[in-house]
């Protein structure tokens, strides 16, 4: 079975510091692994997935299969990083998109 | 403009009735989703189409249906058998080829609650 789970439900940090949300899957087979961000009154959009292997507004992740893992990570916060990601995951072929249960950003001045 | 549009945003009901959520898009995407947003529990998936007049139920079909009579159109019914209805419910879309494959686009959600 696919799960994706994020155990953070909140992250308050201040401008200027390093973010990680942590995101660990658990899959058998090779799997897809995506971050969605949702910020105030927008709607929940693709931030970046793994077989892009890019950097998106400054944020990265890495996919390590040996920790079965997809953290989140941009060095320098900002406030208009404040925002609620979701990590969602893939498995081989076609099939259902599965989302972890969130973790919101909260960046302070 | 191109997109999906889910209506109505904002949407009451009384219990024992049925409703039917719209889910629109005109970006020639040929897979159409259904997800229920609550808070602390992320988004579940409720149906899935591939392509016109074939779904399958996703991991909380229970209480809902869908149709998909047309490759724009994703129409949800939830129905009075579904126990706790009030939620907010997000439509999405995705090419299954390409680059852009498996890549979800999202409606803006539309807001069921259950008087």
């Known amino acids: 079975a696919q799960r994706v789970t994020q155990p953070e439900k909140l992250l308050s940090v201040f401008k200027g510091a390093p973010v990680e949300l942590k995101c660990n899957y658990s899959?058998?087979?090779?799997?897809?692994l995506f971050w969605y961000v949702q910020y105030s009154r927008q709607r929940l959009q693709l931030l970046l997935r793994?077989?892009s292997r890019e950097s998106i507004k400054g944020f990265t992740a890495d996919l390590n299969k040996g920790e079965t893992s997809f953290h989140l990570k941009k060095p320098f916060a900002q406030e208009e990083d404040s925002a609620m990601y979701y990590c969602?995951?893939?498995?081989?072929?076609?099939?259902?998109?599965?989302f972890g249960t969130g973790t919101r950003l909260l960046v302070s001045p | 403009d191109g997109g999906i549009t889910q209506s109505p945003k904002y949407l009451f009901r009384k219990e024992g009735q049925n409703v039917t959520l719209s889910c629109e898009q005109n970006?020639?995407?040929?897979?159409m989703y259904w997800y229920r947003q609550d808070p602390g529990q992320g988004l579940r998936l409720i149906y899935y189409?591939?392509?016109?007049?074939?779904?399958q139920k996703g991991d909380i079909a229970e209480g809902y249906s869908v149709s998909r009579e047309k490759k724009e159109s994703f129409p949800l019914t939830v129905t009075s058998a579904q126990k706790n209805p009030t939620a907010f419910y997000l439509c999405?879309?995705?090419?299954?080829?390409?680059?852009?494959?498996?890549?979800?686009?999202f409606g803006a959600g539309s807001r069921l609650t259950v008087l």
């Open positions: 189409s591939q392509i016109v007049n074939d779904f």
């Open positions: 899959y058998s087979g090779s799997p897809e």
């Open positions: 999405a879309s995705s090419t299954i080829q390409g680059d852009g494959a498996n890549v979800l686009t």
């Open positions: 969602a995951l893939r498995g081989t072929g076609f099939q259902k998109l599965v």
């Open positions: 793994h077989i």
């Open positions: 970006l020639n995407h040929d897979a």
